[in-house]
């Protein structure tokens, strides 16, 4: 972790103490035994009595320095949160907070938090995802947040009027931005009404995509042969809803995500066996069938499906016929 992770927003502890009490603190997000799938945001809030000067975190056995939080103004504007940027590492991440008066530790608070980068990753057992908006939550944030914006105010279409801005402006930072999220049309996709939890989608994966992608339901229908995850209707195995530095919203490259499931294909020949003892390339060289593009697992074979096993593109049925697209006699 970054020794100042300190984003430029809410860093304080206070901590409630009564005689004789130890003083108390808390992870709030994410809490102890959840996973996220963002490594975006560490939020501590504490209580009032009284206030800590000084704070450590400890991420990945990396400890921060001594935090001084004890300026009035500082307190004044920011309250009783802490909220840093963290470097989560994929899988388990132990993190341990610890307040202090007076130079003395007075109060510490640890969380298992499951950093799930990859959507493919099992998360074991005993670990739930992590429910931001929830009305005890959501009752922390109140105080300076816009915790129940109307339809209107979900669907305002700037950063500067849209009250989900104020903490996921960040997701839209991205070269490929999700039509409805870079217009900040929140509510096309999510539901302020839902209960327990707030802004659920109102349906699964593929059938709220589809809403909008019909034209892509007709074209995964003309397929003999569909991709699992296409079958299953996960979407969001592949593709990220908001917003990705890779093409088509990908999750990550296009490759990786490929490999991720179809990890053999990296490791040996692929195709055929070539002069110099190497396999077709994978990546690394210019697409001849798509110019301007770098050749990749999309290049011969369609992640949605085909008229083939392995969903060569252009309906194409044959090896042979789909090195005819490039290697043309």
Request: aromatic share 6%; charged share 20%; glycine share 10%.
């Amino acid at each position: 972790m970054k020794k100042t992770v300190l984003w430029t927003i809410f860093l304080s502890f206070s901590l409630l103490l009564q005689a004789g009490d130890a003083l108390s603190l808390e992870i709030v997000y994410p809490a102890d035994k959840t996973s996220v799938t963002r490594s975006d945001f560490l939020i501590i809030k504490g209580g009032n009595t009284p206030p800590l000067e000084g704070m450590t975190i400890e991420l990945g056995g990396a400890k921060s320095d001594l935090i001084d939080v004890s300026s009035p103004e500082y307190r004044a504007a920011f309250k009783d949160f802490l909220i840093l940027e963290p470097d989560f590492s994929p899988g388990k991440n132990l993190v341990r907070v610890e307040g202090f008066v007076a130079g003395k530790k007075v109060a510490g608070a640890v969380a298992e938090i499951f950093y799930q980068a990859d959507p493919t990753t099992a998360v074991p057992p005993g670990i739930k995802p992590f429910v931001m908006h929830i009305p005890a939550r959501e009752a922390l944030c109140a105080p300076c947040h816009n915790m129940t914006p109307d339809k209107i105010e979900i669907n305002a279409e700037t950063a500067e009027t849209n009250p989900c801005a104020a903490c996921h402006r960040r997701m839209l930072d991205k070269s490929h931005v999700h039509g409805p999220a870079g217009v900040y049309r929140c509510g096309y996709c999510h539901n302020p009404e839902s209960k327990p939890a707030r802004y659920a989608t109102p349906a699964d994966e593929a059938a709220l995509c589809n809403g909008c992608h019909s034209d892509k339901v007709a074209a995964f229908k003309a397929n003999k042969f569909v991709h699992g995850p296409v079958a299953a209707g996960l979407c969001l195995v592949c593709h990220d809803s908001h917003a990705s530095d890779n093409p088509a919203q990908m999750v990550a490259p296009i490759n990786d995500v490929c490999l991720g499931c179809h990890e053999p294909i990296g490791e040996g020949i692929h195709v055929v066996r070539g002069v110099g003892g190497k396999g077709h390339p994978l990546k690394g060289v210019a697409d001849p069938s798509q110019p301007g593009r770098e050749l990749s697992c999309a290049s011969c074979h369609d992640p949605h499906g085909g008229k083939s096993t392995a969903f060569f593109r252009r309906g194409i049925t044959s090896r042979f016929g789909l090195c005819q697209i490039c290697h043309v006699k």
